[in-house]
């Protein structure tokens, strides 16, 4: 993060659907920040393997990411 900043940290399918919100409305500092997740979903259950995307959006700036979870 360039600047202090609200920021939201969301998993979605690759068809759309918000299946984790990590961070919401989540006010963090400048600098680096390392967020675990743990493969599983809003409703706890472990995600099925496949691709996903990571979305970090902030007031200022939006990023997206393509990761696999593997079996």
Not at 32 to 56: E, F
Request: aromatic share 4%.
């Amino acid at each position: 993060m360039p600047h202090p900043a609200s920021a939201d940290l969301r998993i979605y399918t690759t068809s759309g659907r918000l299946v984790r919100a990590l961070l919401s409305n989540t006010e963090l500092a400048s600098g680096k920040h390392i967020v675990d997740w743990d493969g599983r979903g809003d409703s706890g259950v472990q995600l099925a393997s496949g691709k996903y995307i990571v979305q970090l959006r902030t007031r200022d700036a939006s990023d997206a990411r393509v990761i696999t979870i593997l079996p």
